[in-house]
């Protein structure tokens, strides 16, 4: 035992080193309080200071594991005139220190110390630290206990009290910082985190972070989050602490008990509960977190969001230097794992987000592709007039229609679908536009310029597995001829005041992109007197109503005799003919791009 | 300690302290000194200056022993010391021993 008596006049602490004996705590005691004695406390006083600090000792010699034996319990006795303040510093693993103690039933013969120290001791604090805990226990002293051994001037000593207090102020605030610290360090880091992910986005590396605060808060040595994933039956190491064993634990399969026999982690995934391990339920043999410490005591919490299972957070500690979690440390854990699962969940919606603005942003650039290739006027032919649309559906698909002057007389007529969507899609119609252009030389050559073109576009459209249908037309309005060719596309339509049946002319031809070299052929038919020609893309004729009824080429064909008869100009067939698709299928969005392109000889010219 | 044998009681005196140090041999002792025709037990406190919650513990186990044997014997504490006094009444232990002075 070792003792010092600092000669201060005011605030006088006493120190002792206490064995790790119950023997030895009497005596120690009993130095104590004739050092207290000495301070003038009264004999009350005294015993109640006396038990507090015997059974603060007995608790820190009873409960400190055998390898800390050779630690010496310290205690240390501070006072001053108002105030008293023991110390005793455990080598123990420390526990949950009580609100408020509670008498037990009279006839248990345990469980009274912590009453005892409560109830004489005004307030008592318990610090646990990594390497001791300290319990320090306070009192106020009663007037009578004043004891001013060497009183000065009178100013001088109510400044020398005034410092004394704002000194012993500033400790008890100190106190107080440290405690409010331990409670508050899980909320801080959590907030800390919480703004980090905010700036970084990476779940990751923020899950790290906070995850690396828990063991520092817990005092723990390894964690190991999980998160499910491949549809809903995989738990995969998202996190660990370092360093890991390399390569990373393997996923664990959650519809294959077999596959992972004890593995605690499973087990609370499976179970839907938190399981602890420690000495006495340590990990099995084959358990992936034996990699991290075979010896470990620790829990796995699964983490949920409402009811829906997201992973799994473990949490241990070597056995060699410290026992199993509090309930405080637990209830940390849990607190992580709750707050994790939140986030794991809210960046998941977050990156859902991104991506769906992506593909919004996608279509969107789709679409203004898609509307930039549409001529914005047509050439002046004399006696004819034109008319486009083009209806997107909400996945933007190739679509196309164009109209080329060839001379004055001539004009040549396109329709064509790219199969496909999005950007790429609108791409190769862009393309296929720009194609057309380029070959001016074969306009009256339809089939020709068809060949041409898949020469040119079957090695980029094979690669990616797309292929376009198109409908050439090459109206000779001086001739009085159509001459058609065909990749795979739907027939083009066409009747006359002079030829009323509605003729369907659909050239032989596959649709570029799926031959090297397909054979196109040209068709060539008169165009009589008030001629209405109707090119169309299968969004037209595939369209359903409700009954699950096609639109059909027929009714396509029934129409279009219809405003032959009626000699509708070609902007009002555009009009009649979009109402009626919209009034057969008034959905929205479209389940593909309708897309047609017509053309009519002015009843002045019929 | 002091254990004395007077026909029907067995009275023991002469304790300085009773804490975790030396609780459990205070126990063990006053079991071995039970005979068998006992109506009572009674422990002298009067020398005892120091009593902890061990103690406490002790003294509640001395009591369920006497109270378990077949007609029960009493337990008697005598002149406890203010402080001692003054632990069974902090812990509401005064209810449940028979405290005396004499």
């Known amino acids: 035992m070792t003792a010092s008596f600092p000669k201060t006049a005011r605030a006088v602490t006493f120190e002792l080193a206490l064995e790790c004996n119950l023997d030895a705590v009497r005596s120690a005691v009993v130095a104590v309080r004739q050092f207290l004695a000495e301070q003038g406390l009264p004999e009350d006083e005294l015993t109640a200071c006396e038990i507090a600090l015997v059974e603060a000792c007995n608790n820190a010699i009873q409960y400190a594991p055998v390898h800390r034996h050779g630690e010496p319990v310290e205690i240390k006795a501070i006072c001053n005139g108002a105030k008293l303040e023991l110390q005793v510093t455990d080598h123990t693993p420390g526990f949950d220190w009580p609100e408020a103690a509670a008498l037990p039933d009279p006839t248990c013969e345990r469980g009274r110390g912590l009453f005892l120290i409560q109830t004489l001791m005004q307030p008592v604090r318990y610090f646990r630290g990594g390497t001791g805990n300290t319990l320090v226990m306070r009192r106020g002293r009663t007037r009578q206990g004043y004891h001013h051994s060497t009183l000065g001037p009178e100013g001088l000593a109510q400044t020398t009290e005034t410092a004394e207090r704002l000194r012993d102020s500033e400790r008890v605030i100190t106190d107080m910082a440290k405690e409010l610290c331990v409670r508050s360090e899980s909320l801080s880091a959590i907030f800390r985190c919480s703004a980090e992910l905010g700036r970084s986005n990476d779940l990751k590396e923020f899950s790290e972070r906070l995850l690396n605060d828990l063991l520092h808060i817990t005092s723990s040595d390894w964690f190991v989050l999980r998160l499910v994933s491949g549809s809903d039956t995989c738990l995969e190491v998202f996190a660990a602490s370092e360093p890991f064993s390399v390569p990373l634990p393997p996923a664990l399969h959650l519809d294959t008990p077999a596959a992972n026999p004890g593995a605690v982690e499973w087990q609370a995934a499976s179970q839907r509960r938190e399981i602890r391990f420690d000495l006495e339920h340590p990990l099995a043999g084959a358990d992936p977190l034996t990699s991290l410490g075979r010896n470990s005591s620790g829990l796995v919490c699964p983490l949920f969001l409402h009811d829906r299972l997201i992973g799994t957070l473990a949490v241990g500690r070597d056995l060699s230097d410290a026992e199993r979690l509090s309930a405080r440390e637990a209830e940390v854990v849990r607190t992580f794992a709750g707050f994790l699962a939140i986030q794991c969940v809210n960046a998941q919606l977050q990156e859902d987000h991104v991506n769906g603005r992506l593909i919004a942003r996608e279509l969107e650039i789709a679409r203004n592709i898609q509307r930039a290739l549409l001529p914005k006027s047509f050439p002046c032919v004399r006696g004819f007039s034109l008319c486009g649309f083009l209806q997107s559906a909400r996945q933007v698909g190739g679509d196309l229609y164009d109209v080329l002057p060839v001379s004055d007389d001539a004009l040549l007529l396109i329709v064509a679908d790219v199969m496909g969507h999005g950007v790429p899609a609108a791409m190769f119609a862009a393309i296929l536009r720009s194609l057309v252009r380029v070959l001016p030389e074969w306009t009256h050559q339809p089939s020709a310029l068809l060949s041409k073109m898949n020469r040119m576009l079957y090695d980029d459209l094979s690669e990616v597995e797309m292929f376009i249908t198109a409908q050439l037309a090459f109206v000779d309005i001086r001739q009085r001829v159509l001459t058609a060719a065909s990749a795979g596309h739907c027939p083009l339509l066409l009747a006359s005041a002079s030829q009323p049946a509605v003729r369907t002319v659909s050239p032989e031809g596959m649709p570029l992109g799926i031959l090297r070299n397909p054979a196109f052929t040209d068709e060539t038919v008169p165009l009589g007197k008030g001629a209405r020609l109707l090119l169309y893309t299968d969004g037209l004729t595939e369209l359903r109503d409700g009954q699950g009824q096609c639109f059909g080429q027929q009714r396509l064909m029934r129409w279009l005799a219809s405003a032959v008869a009626r000699r509708l100009p070609a902007d009002a067939m555009k009009t009649e003919l979009a109402a009626s698709l919209e009034q057969f299928q008034p959905l929205d969005p479209l389940p593909d791009d309708q897309t047609f392109l017509i053309l009519a000889e002015d009843n002045s010219g019929s | ?102």
């Open chain 2, 1 to 102: 300690m002091k254990t004395q044998h007077d026909g029907e009681t067995l009275h023991i005196s002469d304790i300085l302290e009773l804490s975790a140090a030396n609780s459990r041999a205070f126990r063990d002792q006053v079991n071995a000194a039970l005979p068998a025709a006992l109506k009572t037990i009674e422990i002298d406190l009067s020398q005892t200056s120091f009593v902890d919650s061990c103690g406490l513990g002790a003294l509640i186990a001395v009591y369920k022993a006497a109270a378990g044997r077949d007609g029960g014997i009493i337990l008697r504490l005598l002149n406890p010391t203010p402080p001692v006094q003054q632990l069974f009444e902090l812990t509401r232990l005064h209810h449940l021993f028979e405290i005396a002075r004499r």
